[in-house]
């Protein structure tokens, strides 16, 4: 089972920066919404009624105007603004294509977002975000491939990938506090002999001992310089390390107070249970398909779901996905599978 599904700790007990900005989402929803916008936020208001089946998803989203209407206040909670001229203007009604009244420039819903281009239309996004969301142990390309009824594999990989990145990025911040540190080799797939080394960081929460924030990265080999560049993103400064007591950790007491553990060709204990569940994950759910090369995006993806759970409930970490998509485009297919990571 993965590690996350194992640790359901967090619900109720914090809160998560993103739980902010998804509240403002919601509120701003409230005030921009006329007759049939209200519908569609009255079933999103009550968390009871947040879609758990496709056939309560298709209640909510019935058609591409509904779909059309709650990605456009996602994106410009406080009105239309242009990206030409920035002038904002709160009267202009949901569209896909709009055309700015101060300086004449179109735009699109979708410029700038990750799905920028696309030929789809929004209801398959809007579903694909969702069920990324209510899935808990993670879903696999052929598995969105058959709920969207896409023709391409391509097409269910290439998305796939481009949500993973939105994950990445909107799961940015660092361990802190009491952290465990670790690397070993993972297999992505059991039958083939590629191995991968990751390094991985996880808190200690206290008093309870729960575990806390994770992150993960693929490094060429364990070394200093590896070590540090990790910690510089994964690990506050000041925070207390438990480490193995390895050359390539000693370096480690910059970012703040070192704890070595007993055994120095160990890891922490919650360390090599995390990286364990990792292999089980993308062995189970993604059946040993996944690359050494995109190996990364996949760990982005399995942070995020378990560094998720602090969010409230399903619905918060929904909007929290959907607004990382609105926000930024992600790189095309020709340059996902290019991607050396
Ligand atoms: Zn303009």
Redesign the pocket.
Same mark, same amino acid.
């Given at each position: 089972m993965p590690y996350f599904l194992e640790n359901s700790f967090y619900h109720g007990k914090s809160t998560l920066d993103l739980a902010s900005s998804v509240q403002s989402c919601e509120i701003k929803w409230i005030s921009h919404a006329t007759h049939s916008e209200g519908q569609v936020h009255s079933k999103l208001s009550k968390i009871s009624h947040f879609p758990q089946t496709e056939f309560e998803f298709q209640g909510l989203f019935p058609d591409e105007e509904s779909c059309v209407t709650y990605l456009f206040h996602t994106k410009w909670s406080h009105g239309f603004e242009? &990206?030409?001229?920035? @002038?904002r203007n709160d009267a202009i009604s949901p569209r896909k294509s709009i055309t700015? &009244?101060?300086?004449? @420039?179109h735009?699109s819903l979708t410029t700038d977002t990750v799905m920028h281009g696309t030929k789809k239309n929004l209801y398959s996004w809007l579903l694909a975000i969702w069920w990324l969301c209510t899935n808990e142990g993670g879903t696999s390309a052929k598995d969105l491939q058959r709920l969207l009824g896409l023709a391409s594999y391509q097409t269910a990989w290439t998305w796939m990938q481009k949500l993973r990145m939105v994950m990445a990025a909107a799961d940015s911040i660092p361990c802190h506090g009491l952290v465990q540190v670790g690397s070993a080799e993972v297999s992505p797939a059991w039958e083939k002999p590629e191995r991968a080394r990751v390094i991985t960081a996880a808190e200690t929460l206290l008093p309870s001992g729960i575990t806390g924030r994770i992150r993960m990265q693929v490094i060429d080999l364990l070394s200093a310089t590896s070590v540090t560049a990790f910690l510089r993103t994964a690990v506050q400064s000041g925070s207390s390390i438990v480490a193995p007591g390895l050359p390539p950790y000693a370096d480690a007491e910059k970012y703040g107070s070192i704890y070595v553990i007993d055994s120095p060709t160990e890891n922490p204990d919650r360390i090599s249970e995390i990286l364990s569940s990792v292999e089980i994950w993308l062995n189970k759910v993604h059946r040993g398909g996944v690359a050494i090369k995109h190996l990364q995006h996949y760990l982005d993806e399995f942070c995020f779901r378990n560094n998720s759970i602090i969010l409230p409930d399903k619905q918060s970490v929904f909007i929290a996905l959907l607004k990382g998509c609105m926000a930024g485009k992600t790189m095309p297919y020709r340059e996902l599978v290019s991607d050396q990571h």
């Open positions: 242009c &990206p030409n001229c920035m @002038s700015c &009244p101060q300086c004449g @420039s735009t």
